[in-house]
């Protein structure tokens, strides 16, 4: 069985893993690693590593509201928490009007966060991306998945003689470095190929501890069989998933093959449910709540996908709008067989910017 353990202090090195399945008195609740439970590391029990609060606990709302009051709700938060793809960029493109409406945001003093579920660049990394693209943004208001990944291991104490296999970019590998984790496999392992021969056998690394996936454009039959082959058969390991996106925006030009798609191959050959530590997971809304001191009530998400951003802002009990400029259209929200309602939705998020013009 799994232990849970509730710390008395919480301190600003102690990364936060919320589940709505256990409705403690402080919300907060670590999830100890099976590796170091005892002397002797005892098996993974794929059926307990989901994290439950991918699924809302929240009671459907009614349909979402068209933002015709964009003041109003400006000024009834403290903070944004911006998803990147599909929001502020599709691509490498730049969405219009980004620009003046973060700097409208900034005027108005308030807080801005960027929150992306795509693991293949680190913290640093997009800081240049942001740069590129001719946006002020610091490199402590990003949280990549990339980041809570590593965040999460070093909230459950990962040992430090145990490796992670990783599945997927350089984002990653450079989280894990900063975060002191031995790791292996990642963009190097993209070139390997398996000759099937009568009798022959993969062999993986004993000491591979936990495997992550994310998006990976070098995906491929070797790293499958390796991460199942951990998952499967060290003791203890765990998988943990960046994210599970059915599609990302490589390029403006249309939808590409997600991370999910990853994920979804291995979850296929091990039968085990990944520890999702991107969103709808409340890890990061968690981790930024504390480290910014925010009350999630005085939170406003934003985001272009419903089940992923707007479950996201729901399970931390933020207000949540939706903009049209990414994956979800208006007929998709207004679906009769979507259940998922943020509080209001938009065109894209320079439909702020009407509170300016209204005051000229």
């Not at 398996?194 to 454009?217: C, N, S, T």
Request: neutral net charge; proline residues 4%.
């Amino acid at each position: 069985m799994l232990s849970i353990r509730v710390p008395a202090t919480i301190s600003s090195s102690s990364t936060l893993f919320f589940t709505n399945s256990k409705k403690l008195s402080n919300k907060f609740s670590y999830i100890s690693n099976p590796l170091n439970n005892s002397s002797k590391p005892i098996k993974w029990n794929c059926k307990n590593s989901r994290m439950e609060s991918s699924k809302s606990s929240f009671v459907t709302k009614a349909s979402a509201q068209p933002l015709t009051n964009p003041a109003e709700l400006i000024d009834s938060v403290e903070t944004f928490i911006f998803d990147c793809d599909g929001v502020i960029w599709k691509g490498d493109k730049l969405i219009d009007g980004v620009p003046e409406t973060l700097d409208l945001l900034r005027e108005k003093g308030k807080r801005l966060v960027f929150v992306t579920n795509n693991s293949t660049k680190s913290r640093k990394q997009y800081g240049k991306k942001f740069e590129t693209l001719g946006l002020s943004v610091n490199e402590e208001e990003i949280f990549a998945s990339s980041f809570a990944a590593a965040a999460y291991l070093k909230s459950i104490d990962f040992p430090k003689d145990k490796k992670v296999y990783v599945v997927g970019e350089d984002g990653i590998l450079k989280e894990l470095e900063l975060a002191g984790i031995q790791y292996l496999g990642g963009p190097e392992d993209g070139d390997k190929k398996i000759e099937l021969k009568p009798g022959y056998m993969m062999e993986q690394d004993k000491d591979v501890g936990a495997v992550v996936v994310g998006f990976d454009r070098y995906f491929n039959y070797h790293k499958i069989q390796y991460a199942t082959l951990c998952i499967r058969e060290n003791p203890g390991c765990l998988f943990i998933a960046t994210n599970r996106d059915a599609v990302t925006h490589l390029t403006d030009a249309q939808e590409w093959a997600g991370g999910g798609s990853m994920v979804g191959a291995i979850l296929g050959s091990t039968k085990c449910e990944p520890l999702v530590v991107g969103k709808p997971s409340t890890f990061m809304m968690d981790y930024l709540a504390d480290k910014f001191k925010i009350q999630k009530s005085q939170i406003c998400m934003v985001g272009d996908r419903l089940d992923t951003d707007i479950v996201f802002g729901q399970n931390g009990g933020c207000k949540t709008l939706l903009v049209l400029s990414g994956v979800t259209s208006l007929s998709m929200l207004q679906d009769p067989n979507n259940s998922t309602q943020p509080d209001f939705y938009a065109n894209k998020i320079s439909d702020f910017l009407s509170i300016k013009a209204a005051a000229v």
